[in-house]
């Protein structure tokens, strides 16, 4: 089947084609989309991409951070403001992919992919979808629960708060083959402390659940609890709860399951 590409200028003629258009793929960087042109996949006929410069925008400088879902993991790396992300960043697949993932590409990227937004969900970010009527947003938790339903919605960005002290922000891969591989878990925490106590933390895993989640068990167990190995221990011992993770090549389920407590505590207490 031919399939046909389509250039617009702005965010909203691009949300507009993906909207009328039922075999219509939305084009970021094209790691995975033109990976599967390239397999024979024919449950799409029209390309769409745009050039509209809002796609690709950074605003890095402030508290509330803002990023066009086009801009790429490269970009990302590039940005001195943005350096608590390099680690998520950097776990994505080799230079040569990450000069072209985008963001909003990796909120849509299946099992085992999608390391980039294990953090945006720790960060709490909202996405920003477009459409011919203008720009709506949601959380990207919500986001995340519609994901199967929204393949023909445009994300135009993301925002969320800079971390007021960076080192609250943790971020580890575990893999099977190193450095580079598809996670065996992914998990990314904000713990920030006041007085010596762990106030609003966020954690969220990836490949224990069909998309990212929110590990909110372990969340509530953070609350209030300093930062050291007994402080932690009721947390730890809630790392699997609400999980429901696949079992692949990489690792069972169960073994995902054993797992994720011990990775939570070593990137709890800065051990990874
Ligand atoms: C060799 C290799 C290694 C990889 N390693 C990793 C890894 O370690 N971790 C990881 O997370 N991922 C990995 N990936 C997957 C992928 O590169 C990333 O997830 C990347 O961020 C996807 O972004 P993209 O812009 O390339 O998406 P695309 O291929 O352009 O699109 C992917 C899907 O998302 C849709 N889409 C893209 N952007 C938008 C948008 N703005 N609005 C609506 N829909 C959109 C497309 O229509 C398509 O369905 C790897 C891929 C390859 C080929």
């Given at each position: 089947m031919p399939l046909q590409l389509r250039t617009t200028d702005t965010l909203s003629e691009a949300a507009a084609l993906l909207a009328s258009e039922r075999a219509a793929r939305f084009l970021g960087g094209g790691t995975l989309l033109m990976r599967a042109v390239n397999e024979g996949?024919?449950?799409?006929?029209v390309i769409v991409r745009t050039r509209d410069p809002a796609f690709a925008?950074?605003?890095?400088?402030?508290t509330r951070i803002e990023l066009g879902a086009g801009v790429r993991m490269a970009q990302i790396l590039a940005s001195r403001d943005l350096a608590f992300l390099h680690p998520a960043a950097r776990a994505i697949g080799g230079p040569a992919v990450r000069s072209m993932a985008t963001i909003g590409g990796n909120l849509f990227a299946e099992h085992p992919y999608g390391d980039f937004t294990v953090a945006l969900l720790a960060l709490d970010a909202r996405v920003q979808l477009a459409s011919s009527l203008g720009v709506r947003e949601l959380a990207l938790e919500e986001f995340l629960r519609a994901r199967g339903r929204s393949e023909?919605?445009?994300?135009s960005g993301v925002s969320f708060e800079r971390p007021a002290?960076?080192?609250?922000f943790r971020f580890h891969k575990m893999t099977r083959?190193?450095?580079?591989?598809?996670?065996?878990l992914t998990i990314a925490a904000l713990v920030p402390l006041i007085g010596g106590r762990i106030v609003g933390a966020r954690v969220a895993y990836g490949a224990m659940a069909p998309t990212p989640m929110r590990a909110r068990a372990v969340e509530r167990a953070l609350?209030?609890?300093?930062?050291t190995a007994e402080g932690i221990a009721a947390a730890v011992a809630v790392a699997a709860e609400g999980t429901d993770p696949p079992t692949d090549a990489l690792a069972s389920s169960w073994y995902r399951r054993r797992v994720i407590g011990v990775m939570l505590r070593r990137l709890l207490l800065g051990e990874t």
């Amino acid at each position: 089947m031919p399939l046909q590409l389509r250039t617009t200028d702005t965010l909203s003629e691009a949300a507009a084609l993906l909207a009328s258009e039922r075999a219509a793929r939305f084009l970021g960087g094209g790691t995975l989309l033109m990976r599967a042109v390239n397999e024979g996949d024919v449950s799409f006929s029209v390309i769409v991409r745009t050039r509209d410069p809002a796609f690709a925008r950074m605003r890095t400088a402030g508290t509330r951070i803002e990023l066009g879902a086009g801009v790429r993991m490269a970009q990302i790396l590039a940005s001195r403001d943005l350096a608590f992300l390099h680690p998520a960043a950097r776990a994505i697949g080799g230079p040569a992919v990450r000069s072209m993932a985008t963001i909003g590409g990796n909120l849509f990227a299946e099992h085992p992919y999608g390391d980039f937004t294990v953090a945006l969900l720790a960060l709490d970010a909202r996405v920003q979808l477009a459409s011919s009527l203008g720009v709506r947003e949601l959380a990207l938790e919500e986001f995340l629960r519609a994901r199967g339903r929204s393949e023909r919605v445009l994300v135009s960005g993301v925002s969320f708060e800079r971390p007021a002290d960076p080192s609250a922000f943790r971020f580890h891969k575990m893999t099977r083959t190193h450095p580079k591989g598809a996670a065996v878990l992914t998990i990314a925490a904000l713990v920030p402390l006041i007085g010596g106590r762990i106030v609003g933390a966020r954690v969220a895993y990836g490949a224990m659940a069909p998309t990212p989640m929110r590990a909110r068990a372990v969340e509530r167990a953070l609350e209030g609890r300093p930062l050291t190995a007994e402080g932690i221990a009721a947390a730890v011992a809630v790392a699997a709860e609400g999980t429901d993770p696949p079992t692949d090549a990489l690792a069972s389920s169960w073994y995902r399951r054993r797992v994720i407590g011990v990775m939570l505590r070593r990137l709890l207490l800065g051990e990874t």
